[in-house]
């Protein structure tokens, strides 16, 4: 698609522009190194040199908690069919986040498809931003080639000296390139600017554990019953913490909330885990996967192994936040990398 150009000076006028049409949301600071996806008004507001978020935007596209049907009896009305949607703009999303996000575009798109997810994505719009380096340590994001823009927004930004390169990859990309004119037309310089900035990336970005992208599944079939899957469940928690916050997790739990009077109450979606220990219970009391062990094992392979068998890819998008967040220190890289020493 076509690329312009816009000014840095230019870009709170832009928020400007898109905050008088609809919600915003972009990541802001909390203090203390972290950062959330919230609205936001005006540029200032904004923080674009940041660590991945929290919680991925993933939130806006399959909410927590989200209704639906509800019944009121009191004035007759049945039980109906919800979709709570809403007109936003997701600014500065990141490429493994953005990769997360067609993930999940992947599996709500598949048979069948499921209609709520599928309406609210189409009230988003997406507008992403090149990471030049890495946010941290615990970021994997070369290893899954994800360091690098593939698609799934309407416009995606990459910072030069004076301006930020805009790609336009969808009809609404193009149309607030237009409504707003606050872009310009892309010259060769800030061309081969673009072109220094991701040969610069290549030194900076390097696969963090060595094994190549399509040897990946194979590795976590080979080590299944591996002992390090026993180590690392020694250490688990079973807090869920690492499938709240990653971005392609979608497990979810349907759960009926009536009021005490039983005449209004709702259906409502909630996310679920499947490293909680009820997750994999079934009648009887019987699990599939009983110990912390199996249940680690099952939550990496539903990320390198299991997807790229039905959908051809892997589900781990690098963006570091398992490892981030997890409260016994279960790190990502580390455990491929000693399912590699072991398989020798």
Not at 91 to 109: K, M, R, Y
Not at 185 to 203: F, G, H, M, P, S
Request: aromatic share 10%.
């Amino acid at each position: 698609m076509a690329q312009v150009l816009i000014k840095k000076s230019q870009l709170a006028a832009l928020i400007s522009f898109l905050a008088a049409r609809r919600k915003v949301v972009g990541p802001v600071s909390l203090g203390h190194g972290q950062f959330k996806f919230a609205e936001i008004g005006t540029f200032d507001d904004l923080a674009l040199d940041y660590i991945p978020t929290i919680l991925p935007p993933k939130k806006y596209f399959m909410p927590q908690h989200e209704t639906l049907l509800k019944y009121d009896l009191s004035r007759g009305q049945e039980m109906q069919a919800v979709v709570e949607v809403e007109e936003l703009v997701l600014f500065g999303v990141h490429t493994c986040d953005l990769a997360g996000i067609q993930c999940l575009n992947v599996v709500f798109s598949d048979r069948p498809k499921d209609i709520n997810y599928m309406l609210r994505k189409s009230h988003i719009t997406l507008i992403g931003l090149e990471c030049k380096d890495y946010c941290d340590s615990y970021a994997n994001c070369a290893m899954l080639r994800n360091h690098l823009p593939k698609g799934g927004y309407d416009l995606f930004f990459s910072e030069l000296s004076d301006y930020y390169s805009v790609d336009i990859n969808t009809r609404e990309g193009e149309l607030i390139v237009e409504e707003s004119g606050l872009f310009t037309a892309v010259t060769v310089a800030e061309q081969e600017e673009l072109a220094a900035l991701r040969q610069a990336k290549k030194q900076t970005f390097k696969s963090e554990v060595p094994i190549r992208y399509q040897d990946i599944p194979r590795l976590f079939d080979e080590t299944f019953e591996s002992d390090v899957w026993t180590k690392i469940g020694e250490k688990c928690l079973s807090c869920g913490n690492c499938t709240n916050v990653c971005p392609t997790c979608y497990c979810f739990d349907v759960m009926d909330e009536p009021e005490l009077d039983l005449t209004k109450g709702r259906r409502v979606r909630v996310w679920d885990s499947c490293q909680h220990e009820n997750f994999a219970k079934i009648a009887g009391g019987e699990s599939f996967r009983e110990t912390r062990a199996d249940r680690k094992r099952h939550r990496f392979n539903r990320k390198f192994r299991y997807p790229m068998v039905r959908y051809k890819r892997v589900f781990c998008t690098g963006c570091g936040r398992c490892s981030r967040s997890c409260m016994a220190k279960i790190d990502l890289k580390e455990t491929i990398s000693a399912l590699m020493e072991e398989r020798g």
